[in-house]
């Protein structure tokens, strides 16, 4: 029970949930919800694994994710932007067909261990130093973590500072008012559309190059992209809040793992140590966490009245009337 | 455009026809709808062969192993029934709550709260071991029924107070549903320390065709179970409700105009929790008669993803709690047989590839496609 191991691990872990987040805040503010980020996370585990194999370069395997990733997603933003199906079901549907790509293609890929190439993990020199905070955010992580950190402040600053982060929300908040400005909605939408699946994608590549190295069929992901649309909500499509919860998720997982070890916790005596079976309970833990992490976040949101883009799930056709 | 082409020394081939798309204003014909669903499965069909070539294998030699191996005689169609059943169950429970636009895709983890339910009047027991058969059957549906329903209760519930997605609160659910089990598999019920629960006695199984090869030498080694009948009863009461009864149009006023069921009087909070509530229980009912119908003890693997299959048979079906059984008997075909294709994930990947194009192919019924021949002007 090292309280550093378990925040530093948890800054690892959270790496994932956070790409896959901010892919789908991206992908929200321009008006399409994607449920397929779990499809999309194994698309891109999946492929950076046999990618990273093939050409024994790990960069290689996070390159070809990001893109098999994005050119998946595009069949939601066809489906959903062009024939203006429900958002809903065809993120649904497109969760089916990726888990389905990845299982077939990644047959036999569990035995490749130990020759698939990983991402670096090292220390900053100097800010590992720092006592605590060096030890939780500097020491011995990945480098996805460290392109994290630069990540969260730059994907802000990007959809709420620049122009083209104007055209996003413009075109999530009123694509009809959008249009008559001259951005162009449809395109909009399928490239950040596209920008989500890279993101998913990417996280996918970072769960099995660097934070669990490994294929495991569907359950190398376990569920962690639907756990990442939660923390959209939570997030109130705002990235730094998504760094929050995802890290914050990354550490309640590690803390869940290590309840079990000690035998005394404050002096007393632990009951998940002594009956070994009370760890599922412990394993519900973060998904309860889910679903508290929505309560929270939805109630803020009725409060504030602030956050769903008002055009999110609604299809955009030119020409008529409303949003 | 016009004077550039009578520079050109050859005359530039055009594409002939003009390809218009406008919205349908009429109501489309009646056989469009089954027209397009079939379309949909073939294409699909046909893309999953593509991939099967591509990955080596041979896509004929596979969809006639499935085709035989599914439906080739009466003992393999009796299991493809079996398989059959819980889709039909999960099905219809996605179908009633599609149909209020409440996206309920926790149906897995409802199924498995009912087959904890089912097992929990065996293991704990509520009933005494040597109770008729007739109480086993009624007590066991109901307790799958019971905390099937109490899963769906506490999303329907979160949505209807505080607005939670009810997407992932269902999904979450699931897994929460996989742990709870898992932790009376492993501890409380473990037989001797296995991974599952004891073997039921049989007078608490589901009776089976087989049951009636005393008497009808026929059903000899059939294996299709009582489970059909509460499948096809409540196909038919949720046939009725959902088309005949006032309950049912206010569902389907709120699925298609929330704001209208509104100023109609009509309390979408109260609805939302009661159809989470009859969805939960129809998955619960299906949990309860794959433990006490195939499974006759609790354990972990009882279901191939069955929830998320319902998702699609629903969608398959229109939504139309008749025709979700006949979607439930090709999707058992494809699940039964499908378990020897190698690779193993292409049942998933065809179920897939059939929802994706269900979903494109809607478009056409919504639209009309009017190709004319082009007349130079």
């Known amino acids: ?323 | 455009m016009a004077d550039i082409s009578v520079k050109e020394s050859a005359p530039k081939w055009k594409f002939p026809f003009k390809i218009k798309i406008e919205n349908r204003v009429d109501n489309p014909p009646r056989w469009l709808s089954p027209v397009l669903s079939l379309a949909a499965v073939v294409i699909a069909l046909l893309i999953g062969a593509l991939v099967i070539w591509i990955a080596g294998g041979d896509p004929w030699a596979a969809y006639t192993h499935i085709a035989k191996y599914s439906l080739g005689s009466w003992g393999v169609l009796s299991d493809t029934m079996v398989k059959a059943i819980p889709l039909m169950l999960v099905g219809l429970a996605c179908s009633i709550a599609f149909r209020m636009k409440l996206w309920n895709i926790g149906a897995e983890g409802q199924f498995f709260l009912g087959a904890f339910g089912a097992s929990m009047v065996v293991l704990l027991p509520v009933l005494p071991m040597e109770a008729p058969k007739w109480q086993f059957i009624l007590v066991s549906a109901g307790f799958g029924m019971f905390f099937g329903a109490l899963w769906g209760f506490v999303p329907g519930f979160l949505k209807a107070r505080y607005n939670v997605n009810e997407i992932i609160s269902t999904l979450m659910m699931n897994y929460i549903a996989i742990e709870w089990n898992n932790y009376f598999i492993y501890g409380v019920w473990s037989e001797s320390g296995f991974q599952m629960s004891r073997m039921f006695q049989r007078n608490a199984w589901l009776p089976r065709l087989s049951d009636l090869a005393k008497r009808w030498p026929f059903f000899g080694g059939l294996t299709t179970h009582f489970g059909i009948v509460f499948a096809v009863v409540a196909a038919l009461i949720l046939w009725w409700v959902l088309s005949k009864s006032r309950w049912g149009y206010e569902i389907r006023l709120i699925g298609d105009n929330p704001r209208a069921a509104e100023y109609a009087g009509i309390s979408i909070k109260k609805n939302i929790v009661l159809v989470m509530i009859v969805s939960g229980a129809l998955a619960g009912l299906a949990g309860a008669s794959e433990i006490m119908g195939v499974v006759h003890r609790l354990q972990g693997a009882i279901s191939p993803g069955y929830g998320y299959t319902g998702i699609i048979i629903a969608w398959l079906a229109k939504l139309n709690p008749l025709a979700v059984i006949l979607a439930s008997i090709l999707f058992g075909a494809l699940i039964l047989a499908g378990r020897e294709v190698q690779p193993s994930g292409i049942p998933t990947l065809i179920q897939g590839l059939i929802m994706v194009f269900l979903i494109a192919s809607d478009f056409f019924y919504r639209n009309r496609v009017r190709i004319t021949r082009k007349v130079e002007d």
């Open chain 1, 1 to 323: 029970m090292d309280l550093i191991l378990i925040l530093a691990s948890g800054i690892a872990t959270g790496t994932v949930l956070l790409y896959a987040t901010v892919g789908e805040i991206f992908s929200e503010r321009s008006g399409i919800l994607n449920l397929g980020v779990e499809g999309m996370m194994l698309i891109g585990a999946m492929a950076a694994y046999r990618a990273a194999a093939a050409t024994n370069s790990a960069w290689m395997g996070l390159l070809v994710a990001m893109l098999a990733a994005g050119l998946v997603s595009q069949i939601h933003a066809f489906i959903t932007i062009t024939l203006q199906a429900d958002q809903v079901i065809s993120g649904l549907a497109l969760n089916f067909l990726a888990t389905g790509i990845s299982l077939v293609l990644g047959e036999g890929l569990t035995s490749l261990r130990d020759v698939v190439p990983q991402l670096p993990k090292f220390s900053i020199p100097g800010l590992s130093q720092i006592p605590w905070l060096g030890g939780i955010f500097f020491y011995n992580h990945s480098i996805m973590v460290y392109i994290g950190y630069l990540f969260i402040p730059l994907t802000w600053y990007f959809i709420n500072r620049t122009r083209p982060g104007l055209h996003l929300r413009a075109v999530g908040e009123y694509p009809a008012a959008a249009d008559t400005l001259g951005i162009r909605v449809y395109f909009t939408r399928y490239l950040y559309v596209f920008v989500g699946g890279l993101l998913a994608g990417l996280a996918g590549a970072t769960i099995s190059l660097s934070i669990s190295p490994g294929w495991f069929g569907g359950l190398t992901t376990a569920g962690q992209g639907w756990i990442a649309i939660g923390l959209v909500i939570f997030a109130q499509w705002n990235p730094y809040r998504a760094a929050f919860g995802g890290f914050t998720f990354g550490a309640l997982r590690r803390l869940v793992l290590d309840l079990q070890g000690p035998a005394l916790i404050f002096g007393l005596s632990n009951p998940f140590h002594y009956n070994i079976h009370y760890g599922f309970f412990l394993k519900m833990i973060p998904y309860i966490f889910t679903v508290v992490f929505l309560v929270i976040g939805s109630s803020q949101a009725n409060r504030k009245r602030i956050g769903t883009p008002a055009a999110l799930g609604l299809p955009y056709i030119r020409g008529q009337r409303g949003l």
